[in-house]
């Protein structure tokens, strides 16, 4: 006989909610205590209510409750409960970290958890817990449900047999999910990929930008070619709750306000904002609008009450499906210029919650580095911004060469996009009309006699534009994926840009600068 063990938390949520007046069974809905709960769940064996604890309280009790599965194997329980279980609408960042420290607790001695969890807010929770636990190695699976444990035809039962078997894996004979998931109706889903999408359906949830984890007809299936493998050997668990709770979303609207928008800002609590766009990342071209964005962000402050910067502000589409994609349209471009981070193809409850803990777990530059990078399979890409440092000086000889070290992270072999980004071109030696040839060469050879290298192979971009002004211009941004996957090597990488100007007939070296440069660089996560 396997024996599994699993620990079961609950929280609160419909599943152990009744009537809040027994006489009247149409009054509102109100948590019960766990003891409730378990009086309707069939099969369990042993008293559960001996093993019964605060949700931190004391390791397990030796007469472990247990269920008998039909394969012979056994899994076992300790249970706790909030303190007192709430509606998730309760739930915020100090319940998380309730959750994530009573894991921590009962880490080693469990196989498997399962969090009993209002429908409400139970993505947010998922999402959190994915982004605050490190090297996870075992299965975290939040359940609740659609109606009652006590109503006829609850959804309650099955979703927590469910999510049982799939903690306590080993009994169940199941794959191992080292993965904060949420069990639901017919489907396993990734905690950090989750939304709640019907408020009564049994299929609660979905996941629109990624695989089903599992899907549950008459027999769990894992889907196990989309689990993240688990940590590598030696990695030992551990919680990082640290989170700024200072953020807020804003989904935009024909004719939102700018004005409101601005007096958010105004409020220097506030670090950062995830920004409901439009389609792929569209926003209105209202220059007030983005100016606000910008200082939000780059805070240098113009006439007008002072908006300090720093802020980390994520652009995520309103659609479920799909990704945001800064640069399609001319309406999303200019937010590249002003540093506004793609949300790519986050859920809203993964982007906030990631947003809250890279605020409390980094600082600096880093946090637009880690915002950007996959941290637990929450977005399909990795973006990796290879900043040329340097590009910003002016150069009077129509070349500049300048190099960015990428992030150890970046696997050349999974690049999917790279985007040349130029901000703010200036020439010089340009007047209105003028025509300004830009090309940039990646990873030129030191010396091309030596290596015999024809310096136009390693050409990963080449335009031509007309000067408007000589002043600033607007951002260029090129495609240069096929060029870079084969040229972009494996140490640093170096960009050499040539600019010419035209003047008549003749092209001259072209006095150039720019604000900055950047290659973004997409990897499959
Ligand atoms: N309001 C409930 C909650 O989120 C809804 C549910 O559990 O289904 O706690």
């Not at 600082?363 to 399909?380: D, F």
Request: proline content about 6%; hydrophobic content about 40%.
């Amino acid at each position: 006989m396997i024996q599994s063990r699993v620990f079961v938390l609950y929280t609160g949520g419909t599943i152990g909610m009744a009537p809040s007046n027994p006489e009247d069974p149409d009054s509102p809905l109100a948590p019960q205590p766990l003891e409730n709960l378990l009086g309707f769940v069939p099969g369990i064996q042993g008293n559960p209510l001996g093993t019964l604890k605060s949700a931190r309280g004391a390791a397990r009790d030796t007469t472990a409750p247990f269920f008998e599965l039909t394969n012979g194997n056994r899994i076992e329980f300790g249970f706790a409960s909030f303190a007192n279980p709430v509606d998730s609408s309760d739930i915020g960042p100090a319940e998380w970290r309730e959750i994530a420290e009573t894991i921590a607790t009962h880490y080693d001695d469990y196989d498997g958890f399962v969090v009993l969890h209002g429908t409400d807010t139970m993505a947010f929770t998922s999402s959190a817990l994915s982004f605050m636990f490190g090297n996870l190695g075992k299965p975290v699976v939040l359940t609740g449900s659609q109606l009652p444990v006590s109503v006829i035809g609850t959804d309650a039962l099955p979703n927590f047999i469910n999510a049982v078997c799939l903690a306590g894996y080993k009994a169940s004979g199941l794959p191992l999910i080292p993965e904060v998931v949420i069990v639901f109706g017919d489907r396993i889903l990734r905690g950090c990929r989750a939304s709640k999408v019907s408020t009564s359906d049994r299929a609660g949830f979905d996941s629109p930008n990624y695989p089903h984890l599992g899907d549950i007809g008459q027999k769990i299936a894992v889907n196990s070619e989309h689990v993240l493998p688990p940590p590598e050997p030696g990695k030992t668990f551990f919680v990082n709750s640290d989170l700024v709770d200072k953020v807020f979303s804003v989904s935009l609207f024909p004719g939102f306000s700018d004005k409101l928008m601005r007096n958010l800002f105004l409020d220097p609590e506030i670090e950062g904002l995830v920004m409901r766009s439009y389609g792929a990342g569209n926003v209105p071209r209202n220059p007030d609008f983005r100016e606000t964005i910008r200082r939000a962000i780059k805070g240098d402050s113009v006439a007008g009450p002072a908006i300090s910067g720093g802020r980390l502000i994520i652009n995520l589409s309103q659609c479920s499906f799909g990704s945001v994609d800064m640069g399609l349209y001319e309406t999303s471009s200019s937010l590249l210029e002003t540093g506004v981070i793609s949300g790519l193809d986050m859920t809203p409850e993964a982007a906030l919650t990631k947003l809250m803990w890279t605020l409390g777990t980094q600082s600096g530059q880093e946090r637009i580095k880690q915002m950007q990078i996959s941290q637990r399979g929450e977005q399909t890409e990795h973006v990796f911004d290879l900043h040329f440092h340097g590009a910003c000086l002016e150069s009077a000889h129509g070349e500049i060469a300048v190099s960015s070290n990428p992030d150890e992270r970046l696997d050349r072999n999974r690049i999917c996009r790279a985007m040349l980004r130029i901000d703010s071109l200036r020439v010089g030696n340009a007047e209105a009309g003028d025509r300004v040839r830009i090309r940039a060469l990646m990873n030129p050879p030191a010396a091309s006699k030596e290596t015999g290298a024809d310096p136009e192979l390693r050409c990963v971009a080449d335009f031509t534009i007309k000067m408007e002004t000589a002043r600033p211009a607007d951002t260029y941004v090129k495609n240069i994926t096929d060029k870079t996957r084969s040229l972009i090597g494996d140490s640093d990488v170096t960009l050499v840009l040539i600019g010419e100007v035209s003047k008549g007939a003749d092209w001259i070296p072209a006095e150039i600068g720019f604000s900055a440069l950047t290659i973004s660089v997409f990897a499959k996560a």
